[in-house]
Each structure stands twice: as structure tokens, then as C-alpha cells.
């Protein structure tokens, strides 16, 4: 499939070939959900944790008498039936991340790559080179094309644009090789180079 290249000012580039095995495809909802299900719950801390019972800091002498008191037996304040006491199968630090083939996240790529390309919402520019960071420039650039929350994304990112779209909110900007399905997805506008065409169809092959 063909696609027409524009330049960041809006004039025409040419036009680029796309692979149809990777940006023609049906996309699947289920493909990219275990997907992005796998890349969040990578990215998950874990690092929640509560006091168990040899963790809490209390007194270890026995609260009364083991007989004779007409209640239950009890040795330790510290039990999870007290008040302060430890917490009985709490959450534990952890990591949260589970296995997904290499051939599967890259199977999620090209799908997420297809929607993008099925919705309209796929952008081939020239390159990113820019001469100045000049983020006031770029945001009116980027403000003409229409893009709205883009994720542009390069072979290898030009640093003056890299610098100018730092603080562009609505912007994101990434090398092929960080390329994701959750960053894509989440995007209303994606924005390839055609070095950064090439770069994902190396990449995906």
C-alpha cells in the first residue's frame, strides 16, 4: 500500500510504499489487548506491602493467663485478629510481569501499526529535522498540521526536534526501537519518518 509523504511544513513529500504484512493488516482487539495487558503489567511498582505478623512492632508477652479466663487461648497481641496486630495475607512486594513470546509482542506491533493505518490516523513525514529547538515554532507547526496528541517516531530522533517537543504536551516523540503498542494506541495522531518506516519494517520482518 501507498502512502503520501508530507514535510513538517505541510508541503508534499512524495510518496512512501508500506508494507502491507505489517500496515495492511485486520487488526485484532484481542492480539492487542494481551499485548498492552503484558507491557502494563510490566511497568507495574509492586512495591506495595503491609506488616505481617512477625513484622508488627509489639509486645511479645503473653496478654493473660493461658487458663482459667473462661475466653479463648491467646499468646500475642501481634495475632491478625487484634487491633495493631499483623495483616493476614496482605499484598507482598512482587513484580507483577508475565511471559509473552518475542514473536507475539512483535505479532501486537504490526497490528497496532495496521489499526493506526485503517483508522486514518497514520502520518508519513519527510524527516524530523529542524535547524533550531525551537519549541514555539514547532508547536505552531504541529498546531497547522492538525496533529493532536502525535507520537512521532524516527529512526533516530533529530535532537533539536527532540528538544522543541519537550515541552510540547500534545507531543511524544520515541526511536524505532521504542516503538510499543501502548504508546501507539494511545495516540490519536502516529507520525512515522521514512527512516523510521524503513527502521520498523526492518524491525518486523
Known amino acids: 500500500m501507498k502512502a503520501e509523504a508530507i514535510k513538517l511544513d505541510g508541503a508534499a513529500a512524495g510518496s512512501v ?10 487488526p485484532r482487539a484481542d492480539i492487542l489487548h494481551r499485548v498492552v495487558r503484558w507491557q502494563r503489567a510490566k ?8 506488616l505481617t505478623k512477625s513484622e508488627v512492632s509489639y509486645s511479645t508477652k503473653k496478654i ?3 487458663k482459667g479466663t473462661g475466653g479463648a487461648r491467646h499468646g500475642s497481641k501481634k495475632a491478625p485478629i487484634f487491633r495493631h496486630g499483623g495483616v493476614y495475607k496482605g499484598p507482598v512486594v512482587r513484580s507483577h510481569a ?4 518475542k514473536k507475539f509482542r512483535k505479532l501486537g506491533l504490526r497490528h497496532a501499526l495496521s489499526a493506526k493505518a485503517k483508522a486514518g490516523e497514520l502520518v508519513v513525514i519527510e524527516n524530523t529535522d529542524l535547524n533550531e529547538a525551537k519549541t514555539s ?5 504541529v498546531a497547522s498540521l492538525g496533529w493532536k496528541r502525535a507520537l512521532v517516531i524516527d529512526a533516530a530522533v533529530n535532537e533539536n526536534f527532540a528538544q522543541a517537543a519537550r ?11 521504542g516503538a510499543n503498542v501502548y504508546d501507539i494506541l494511545r495516540s490519536d495522531t502516529l507520525v512515522l519518518t521514512k527512516a523510521g518506516v524503513e527502521a520498523l519494517e526492518a524491525r518486523l520482518k
Not at 515554532?137 to 507547526?141: H, I, M, P, S, V
Not at 515541552?167 to 526501537?177: D, F, G
Open 43 to 50: 511497568a507495574q511498582a509492586g512495591t506495595h506491602k503491609v
Open 167 to 177: 515541552n510540547i504536551e500534545t507531543v511524544n516523540v520515541l526511536p524505532s526501537m
Open 64 to 66: 493473660y493467663r493461658q
Open 17 to 26: 510504499e508500506l508494507n502491507d504484512e505489517i500496515f495492511g493488516l485486520e
Open 98 to 101: 508475565h511471559e509473552l513470546t
Open 137 to 141: 515554532a514547532l508547536a505552531k507547526q
